[in-house]
């Protein structure tokens, strides 16, 4: 069993940063494959960002956003600048026991309770 906890989120203006973090309980945080996830009002919840031993990213947010993890701290982080309106969404973080990265909701054992990204114009 794994619990997360993002935070990191509020409000900023366009062309600003933000990092969020997600830190997770449990000693097996390295054997997890994390993600990064948003959902914007009335879309579905999309991926943005995961890490294995490799990283992959939306086409949307690739350039822009940068995820990592510590281990050592049992903490992934998403940096995330050059903020648009349209990156606005509930951000999650989720975790999969599997070892490669998945886009498909689903896919994903545990999940956050979510943390507020607000950009303005």
């Known amino acids: 069993q794994v619990q997360l906890v993002e935070s990191g989120g509020g409000l900023v203006q366009v062309g600003g940063s933000l990092r969020l973090s997600c830190a997770a309980s449990?000693?097996?945080?390295?054997?997890?494959?994390m993600g990064w996830f948003r959902q914007a009002p009335g879309k579905e919840r999309e991926f943005v960002a995961g890490?294995?031993?490799?990283?992959q990213y939306a086409t949307s947010v690739k350039g822009r956003f940068t995820i990592s993890r510590d281990n050592a701290k049992n903490t992934v982080y998403l940096q995330m600048n050059s903020l648009k309106p349209e990156d606005t969404a509930v951000y999650y973080c989720?975790?999969?026991?599997?070892?490669?990265?998945?886009?498909?909701?689903?896919?994903?054992?545990?999940w956050g309770q979510g943390t507020q990204v607000t950009v303005s114009s």
């Open positions: 989720a975790a999969r026991l599997e070892d490669y990265i998945e886009y498909r909701v689903y896919q994903y054992d545990y």
């Open positions: 449990g000693h097996t945080f390295s054997s997890y494959t």
């Open positions: 890490i294995r031993l490799i990283t």
